[in-house]
Antibody, heavy 117, light 111 residues
Framework: EEQLVESGGDLVQPGGSLRLSCAAS????????MSWVRQAPGKGLQWVSSIGSGGTTTYYADSVKGRFTIFRDNSKNTLYLLMNTLRVEDTAVYYC??????????WGQGTLVTVSS | QPVLTQSSSASASLGSSVKLTCTLS???????IAWHQQQPGKAPRYLMKVEGSGSYSKGSGLPDRFAGSSSGADRYLTISDLQSEDEADYYCEAWDTNTRVFGGGTKVTVL
């Protein structure tokens, strides 16, 4: 059974940093692109970043470009999101997701990031 | 990049049908989209992809009550024989080479 388990969410002050992790199991992790998608409280889904299966190709939403870094360790079946210079507006549940040719095909359960002083 | 437009809400009676629309922006009418369901307090769940031709491919375990279709720049999700557990937010998703976008979501209420 496919599984994506996020961790690392926490309460952090504005300007701080955080690293999210997503442990994958039940599928060939190294064969799939992956994404991070976030959802602010009471709001809709917002794409944050994607990475190719090999880890060399990365894409970012304009709102996080230059502050967030997506990377992966295929030997550990783990996806990461390093978030620097965090802002109050980055407060959200962050979902890890598996990509296929048919779109975002599987979602993790999410991890909450709260940016507040 | 594509922009996706969804109605904010829809409602239908238990056992009836509801048809949700996701409209692609000008110049993007051929794009494939994906539909996702998010029940209250839960993570999103992938439902299906819908192509411009109207063909659709469902995720594993999705009941036959869920179907996709297409017309021009519009992509549809039809839920038949509505059940209480279908009360949820439904999002469409499109993607480009270097970006992904979601519609604003449609909240479905089962009366």
């Amino acid at each position: 059974e496919e599984q994506l388990v996020e961790s690392g969410g926490d309460l952090v002050q504005p300007g701080g940093s955080l690293r999210l992790s997503c442990a994958a199991s039940g599928f060939m992790f190294s064969s799939f692109g992956m994404s991070w998608v976030r959802q602010a409280p009471g709001k809709g889904l917002q794409w944050v970043s994607s990475i190719g299966s090999g880890g060399t190709t990365t894409y970012y939403a304009d709102s996080v470009k230059g502050r967030f870094t997506i990377f992966r360790d295929n030997s550990k079946n783990t996806l990461y999101l390093l978030m620097n210079t965090l802002r109050v507006e980055d407060t959200a549940v962050y979902y890890c997701a598996k990509l296929t040719a048919g779109g975002t095909a599987y979602w993790g359960q999410g991890t909450l990031v709260t940016v507040s002083s | 990049q594509p922009v996706l437009t969804q109605s904010s809400s829809a409602s239908a009676s238990l056992g009836s049908s509801v048809k949700l629309t996701c409209t692609l922006s000008s110049g993007h009418s051929s794009y494939i989209i994906a539909w996702h369901q998010q029940q209250p307090g839960k993570a999103p769940r992938y439902l299906m992809k819908v192509e411009g031709s109207g063909s659709y491919s469902k995720g594993s375990g999705l009941p036959d009550r869920f179907a996709g279709s297409s017309s021009g720049a519009d992509r549809y999700l039809t839920i038949s024989d509505l059940q209480s557990e279908d009360e949820a937010d439904y999002y469409c998703e499109a993607w480009d080479t270097n970006t992904r976008v979601f519609g604003g979501g449609t909240k479905v209420t089962v009366l």
